[in-house]
């Protein structure tokens, strides 16, 4: 599975922005999609997973209530809809995706497709 982040950009706080990624390769139906994110010097972190099914969201507290995560199966594209967009929420957006229950979704050791990501960058 190839994965493929767009949408960054540089946003003013309490803008929006949609980030995208598409999968090629493989249709991505039967896998569960997260978002991570990582700013230099600091581990990666979890922002928002989708399990395969999409019954089953997860959102890291630092972003409920402001971000939605979505899966388009049949255009295999997973969105992440951020609001309200805060300066600390600048850093580099990944995908990332995985088959199967492997652990769970915050941690990224347990992802095994990442896109190269895009960068967010929210100015105050």
């Known amino acids: 599975v190839q994965l493929q982040a767009s949408g960054g950009g540089l946003v003013q706080a309490g803008g929006s922005l949609r980030l995208s990624c598409t999968a090629s390769?493989?249709?991505?139906?039967?896998?569960?999609l997260g978002w991570f994110r990582q700013t230099p010097g600091k581990e990666r972190e979890f922002v928002a997973a989708?399990?395969?099914?999409?019954?089953?969201?997860y959102y890291a507290d630092s972003v409920k209530g402001r971000f939605t995560i979505s899966r388009d199966n049949a255009n295999n594209t997973v969105y992440l809809q951020m609001n309200s967009l805060k300066p600390e929420d600048t850093a580099r957006y990944y995908c990332?995706?995985?088959?199967?229950?492997?652990?769970?979704?915050?941690?990224?050791?347990?992802?095994?497709?990442w896109g190269k990501g895009t960068q967010v960058t929210v100015s105050s």
């Open positions: 390769g493989r249709t991505f139906s039967g896998y569960a």
């Open positions: 990332a995706a995985r088959a199967g229950y492997t652990g769970k979704y915050s941690d990224p050791g347990t992802m095994a497709y």
């Open positions: 989708v399990s395969w099914s999409g019954n089953s969201i």
